[in-house]
C-alpha cells in the first residue's frame, strides 16, 4: 500500500504559471521527500522536510508540511518546459527505515 | 562525484529465468535500498541495507533477495522470473537510514 497520496494525479500549465501539488498520508512521520523523474528513469531528490519543520525553499520549490493533517504541498514557480516530469512525494515514518511513495503526480509544462 | 550508478541498464529475460542488478553507491553511503517501479505507479520499497546488513524488508516474496559487499555495493537477485517482474528497479544510497537518498537511473527488467 502507499503511505503517500498525490493530488492531482496530472497537471498541464503554460510555462510561467505556478504549479502545486498536494501529498496527503496516513502515520507519524520522520520526514517527508519530494522526487522528480523524467521519462521512467531515476529520481532525482528535490527537497527534504522534517517533521518538525514546516516550510522549506529551494530555488523555485517552496514545500509546506502539516503534520495536524498530514499533509504536505509542493509549489513550483514560474514553470518551464523543463520542468515537466512526474513529482513524487515519499514518507519515511518516525520509527521506519524505508521510504513509502505515492502515485505521483504527471506534471506538463506548455511552452 | 559520481552519483549512483547501476548495471545493466536494460535487460530482457524469459520466465522461470534468474537476473542479478548491481548497484553502486556514492562515495561515503552506507546504505542502499531497491525499489520496483512498475510503468505508471510510484517506487515500491523492496530491501534496505545498511553496513551490510539488511535493515528492512518490503512485501515481496522469497524470490527476491539482495546482499551489500565490503565497499558497500550491493546486488538484487530474483529467482524464477514472473511476467509480473518486469519494471524499472531503483537503487538509492544514502549517508544513513534516514537521510536523503539519492536514486541511480534505473534497471528496465523485461520479462517475455
Redesign the interface.
Known amino acids: 500500500s502507499?503511505q503517500?497520496e498525490e493530488d492531482p494525479q496530472a497537471l498541464s500549465i503554460q510555462e510561467g504559471e505556478n504549479a502545486t501539488m498536494n501529498c496527503s498520508y496516513k502515520t507519524s512521520i520522520?520526514?517527508l521527500?519530494w522526487?522528480r523523474q523524467n521519462s521512467?528513469?531515476?529520481?532525482?531528490?528535490l527537497i527534504?522536510i522534517r517533521s518538525n519543520e514546516r516550510e522549506k525553499h529551494s530555488g523555485r520549490l517552496r514545500v509546506t508540511l502539516d503534520t495536524s493533517k498530514k499533509s504536505s504541498s509542493l509549489l513550483i514557480t514560474a514553470s518551464r518546459a523543463a520542468d515537466t516530469a512526474s513529482y513524487?512525494c515519499?514518507t519515511?515514518k518516525a520509527a521506519?527505515?524505508?521510504?513509502?511513495?505515492?502515485?505521483?503526480t504527471r506534471v506538463l509544462v506548455k511552452p | 562525484d559520481a552519483g549512483v550508478t547501476q548495471s545493466p541498464t536494460h535487460l530482457i529475460k524469459t520466465r522461470g529465468q534468474h537476473v542479478t542488478l548491481r548497484c553502486s553507491p556514492i562515495s561515503g553511503h552506507k546504505s542502499v535500498s531497491w525499489y520496483q517501479q512498475v510503468l505508471g505507479q510510484g517506487p515500491q520499497f523492496i530491501f534496505q541495507y545498511y553496513e551490510k546488513e539488511e535493515r528492512g524488508r518490503g512485501n515481496f516474496p522469497d524470490r527476491f533477495s539482495a546482499r551489500q559487499f565490503p565497499n558497500y555495493s550491493s546486488e538484487l537477485n530474483v529467482n524464477a522470473l514472473l511476467l509480473g517482474d518486469s519494471a524499472l528497479y531503483l537503487c538509492a544510497s544514502s549517508l544513513t537510514i534516514t537521510y536523503e537518498q539519492y536514486f541511480g537511473p534505473g534497471t528496465r527488467l523485461t520479462v517475455t
Open positions: 502507499q503517500g520522520n520526514n521527500q522526487y521512467g528513469r531515476g529520481l532525482v531528490h527534504l513524487f515519499a519515511l521506519g527505515n524505508k521510504l513509502t511513495f505515492g502515485g505521483g
